[in-house]
């Protein structure tokens, strides 16, 4: 089969799309280094290469190039999936991961069997021998991988647009409408490909296109603006608290709108951290990060004698503990000269602390580093994380690092 030169041209055209969401990604992750947009721009990057290798192997009939292009296409599934499972469960899972690798190894090592043709792809059952042209099983694959694409596309954003709180509710339906058309897209490339419906002038060929570019090049704007919609379903952040070593709340900043006892927290915070601090460095082993209670989390920063900054969370992720770290360092910076005295010694503000930590100024700080995580102000925190958080118990347990 050779395409049209019009085919040719919709499929460039496709590739200058996916480029260009692959690059919105690459832009932002060499800003924010999530791991998420890393695995967002690589994986858009993976299909922008295969959309490219396949469309000049029906253009060349190259032998070479279709295996090029169903490696990269095993590869960009892989990919894909590694980003949809770290976007739902902040991490890759083992026994996915391992299936995943399975099914690309399969493919790689049937498709450059040194016996496949442009004309024939040989199949073994038994004492069967079918051979059948292995343009058709490119397009049963192909065909294959873009439904595939399109479900899981579908199901992460609609999972992530029953989530969303009010302001990203637009946005993440913009999202969810952009996985629908892509299934719709793969659905019109089937039967396309395996004549279920005739398409003598081309014109359905040229259609199938318009729902695929706008799902492509809106997810990347939208993506783009709205950033934390890549973290809305692994965690929920509600609070960030910045207490003095003697437990005064200096500040805090609210992800969820609850009537939670802020000062009892921050002497909690401030109790924890003195307490796990000298113990820590007494035997050596770091100082402590992460409190775990029975219905949520504490991630604490007390490098610093003058404050100790921790957030709470519905659970734990490094990309939050790298958040945090990187939030205190600046916050200590900014503040020294209040925070210690001249000759380098601690000191507990004396003034009011919304007269020092200004609302604006921390807010700008607080947007640099935690940017990614989504503004839940007018949602409520469930029931039985509230009566965990304002009657703490004992802590389930301490990592040290």
């Known amino acids: 089969m050779i395409l049209r030169e019009e085919d040719i041209y919709l499929g460039l055209i496709g590739v200058v799309a996916i480029f260009f969401t692959s690059a919105v ?20 990057l993976c299909n922008g290469v295969y959309l490219l290798l396949e469309t ?73 021998l079918i051979t059948i042209p292995f343009e058709t099983i490119f397009f049963a694959m192909n065909d294959s991988f873009a439904l595939l694409f399109g479900i899981s596309f579908s199901y992460w954003a609609i999972k992530t647009w029953k989530e969303s709180p ?24 089937i039967m396309n490909d395996f004549k279920i419906i005739e398409d003598e002038e081309g014109i359905i060929s040229g259609l199938m296109y318009v729902p695929f570019l706008l799902s492509v090049v809106s997810s990347a704007v939208i993506i783009k603006k709205y950033p934390a919609l890549l973290h809305l379903l692994p965690y929920r952040v509600y609070r960030l608290i910045i207490s003095s070593k003697n437990g005064a709340n200096y500040y805090e900043y609210k992800w969820s709108e609850d009537k939670i006892d802020t000062v009892m927290l921050a002497g909690l915070l401030s109790a924890i951290g003195t307490m796990t601090k000298g113990t820590m460095e007494k035997i050596k082993t770091g100082h402590i990060k992460e409190v775990v209670l029975d219905k949520a989390n504490f991630i604490m920063v007390n490098d610093y004698s003058p404050v100790t900054i921790g957030i709470i969370t519905s659970k734990t992720s490094k990309d939050l503990k ?43 700080l ?3 580093y935690f940017s990614n ?26 990592n040290a690092s």
């Open 25 to 44: 990604g690459f832009s932002m992750f060499s800003k924010k280094k999530s791991k998420v947009l890393l695995y967002f721009a690589v994986s858009w």
């Open 56 to 128: 000049l192997a029906f253009f060349t009939l190259d032998m070479m190039v279709w295996k090029l292009a169903i490696s990269v296409m095993s590869f960009s599934f892989l990919l894909w999936m590694v980003f949809i499972d770290y976007t739902i469960n902040d991490g890759i899972g083992f026994k996915k991961f391992a299936i995943g690798a399975v099914y690309v190894s399969v493919i790689l090592i049937w498709t450059w069997r040194p016996e496949n043709t442009i004309t024939t792809s040989p199949i073994s059952l038994t004492s069967w």
């Open 166 to 189: 009010a302001d990203y509710r637009k946005p993440s339906g913009i999202i969810s409408a952009s996985g629908v058309f892509l299934v719709i897209t793969a659905i019109l490339v």
């Open 322 to 364: 790298d958040s945090i770290e990187k939030f205190a360092n600046d916050f200590v910076k900014k503040y020294y000269n209040l925070l210690y005295t001249k000759d380098g010694f601690p000191v507990d503000i004396r003034q009011e602390p919304s007269t020092v930590f200004l609302d604006a100024d921390m807010k700008a």
């Open 366 to 368: 607080v947007q640099e």
């Open 373 to 398: 995580v989504p503004n839940f102000v007018m949602a409520k925190i469930a029931p039985e994380l509230m009566e965990n958080l304002e009657q703490p118990s004992k802590p389930a347990g301490g």
